[in-house]
């Protein structure tokens, strides 16, 4: 079932401005410990923690339209988006994993583009009910 134009607009306007907000908390200075090493200078400390639960939480309404739209992305619609996921995804994880500095900006990109194409697919539907 395709999901309304109403719905895929609050859900991109609340993944926008949560994502903001997110980014805005992670990037905040802090000094605290690690709660998770995930290589030798990565890992997220109670401040960058929150930061991360906000960025998940503004994303969690996309999903579900991204989900109640999955009809329309099959076929040649899902190729773009689902490329630069896969792309994004293996740069993210290559960047952290291997402490290479800050090409994780180009993975996070990527995922960022993803999701907003594959938004758009189902936006485009939407407006068309």
């Not at 401005?17 to 908390?25: H, M």
């Amino acid at each position: 079932m395709t999901p309304s134009p109403l719905r895929v607009r609050r859900a991109a306007t609340t993944w926008f401005a949560g994502s903001g907000l997110g980014a805005a908390v992670v990037a905040l200075p802090d000094t605290g410990p690690r709660l998770v090493g995930l290589s030798r200078t990565h890992g997220p400390s109670l401040l960058d923690a929150a930061g991360i639960l906000l960025l998940l939480a503004a994303w969690v309404p996309v999903l579900a339209v991204l989900w109640a739209g999955r009809a329309h992305l099959a076929g040649r619609r899902a190729v773009v988006p689902a490329a630069l996921a896969a792309v994004g995804a293996a740069v993210l994880v290559a960047s952290v994993a291997g402490d290479t500095g800050a090409e994780w900006v180009l993975g996070v990109v990527l995922l960022l583009a993803a999701q907003a194409l594959a938004l758009a697919v189902v936006w485009r539907r939407a407006l068309r009910r």
